[in-house]
């Protein structure tokens, strides 16, 4: 059951980066108002997906599985600054878009 957290978060992760795309394909529509809720739900999925990692994380230090931990840690910190920074820099463009609208 635990290890659906890693699924579940590479999952949100994507959608994190999906949406924000689907928003620029649907820049040409005049009168697109979703495009708000559509970021605030790519923002909100990066932020559980985040959460599921650390909670995966706690999760390997209460059964004390110290190798796993050690071994995992450095990509999940790798991947998890890629998950924010593109999340981040595909919502900003996103706003610049719709900005002026």
Same mark, same amino acid.
């Given at each position: 059951m635990i290890g659906l957290l890693n @699924?579940?978060?590479l999952v949100l992760g /994507?959608? $994190? +980066? @999906? /949406?924000?795309? *689907?928003n620029l394909m649907r820049s040409e529509k005049t009168g697109d108002k979703n495009w708000v809720t559509l970021s605030i739900i790519s923002l909100s999925a990066c932020a559980i997906s985040l959460f599921f990692q650390m909670y995966y994380n706690?999760? =390997? !230090?209460? @059964?004390?599985? +110290?190798?796993? =931990?050690?071994? %995992? %840690?450095?990509? !999940? =910190?790798?991947? $998890?600054?890629? =998950?924010?920074? *593109? %999340? @981040?820099i595909l919502n900003a463009i996103t706003l610049i878009v719709y900005r002026g609208r």
């Open positions: @699924i579940g978060s /994507l959608i $994190a +980066w @999906i /949406l924000p795309g *689907v706690y999760h =390997l !230090v209460k @059964i004390e599985d +110290w190798s796993a =931990l050690m071994d %995992t %840690t450095g990509a !999940v =910190l790798f991947a $998890a600054i890629m =998950l924010l920074s *593109v %999340t @981040i």
